[in-house]
Nanobody
Framework: QVQLVESGGGLVQAGGSLRLSCTPS????????MGWYRQAPGKQRELVAT???????NYGDSVKGRFTISRDTAKNTVYLQMNSLKPEDTAVYYC????????????????WGQGTQVTVSS
């Protein structure tokens, strides 16, 4: 079974930076896309950023110009560099991946990480 292993969350002051990373465990045949979503208390989960296997990126409006998503294909790892953090960026950040496990005999499935807390103090 595939698990998405997230790291890099924590507490930071407003204006600071954090970098999140996410790597799927297990045998991965291919990755179509990976990304990050976040959910603040009392709010719906929202898009932060995604990146496809062709390096096409998409960002939520509230993070454009401040956050950058990137990937290391050799490590199957996706990164989220978060700069100029604001208190409203406080949320649990979830990694998401659309990937095929094993040796190519199956179909792509959608996977979620357990989430990592990001807290930005004012």
């Amino acid at each position: 079974q595939v698990q998405l292993v997230e790291s890099g969350g924590g507490l930071v002051q407003a204006g600071g930076s954090l970098r999140l990373s996410c790597t799927p465990s297990g045998t991965i045949f291919s990755i179509n896309a990976m990304g990050w979503y976040r959910q603040a208390p009392g709010k719906q989960r929202e898009l932060v950023a995604t990146i496809t296997s062709g390096d096409s990126t998409n960002y939520g409006d509230s993070v454009k110009g401040r956050f950058t998503i990137s990937r290391d294909t050799a490590k199957n790892t996706v990164y989220l560099q978060m700069n100029s953090l604001k208190p409203e960026d406080t949320a649990v950040y979830y990694c998401n991946a659309d990937l095929t496990v094993g040796y190519g005999l199956g179909f792509p499935n959608d996977y979620w990480g357990q989430g990592t807390q990001v807290t930005v103090s004012s």
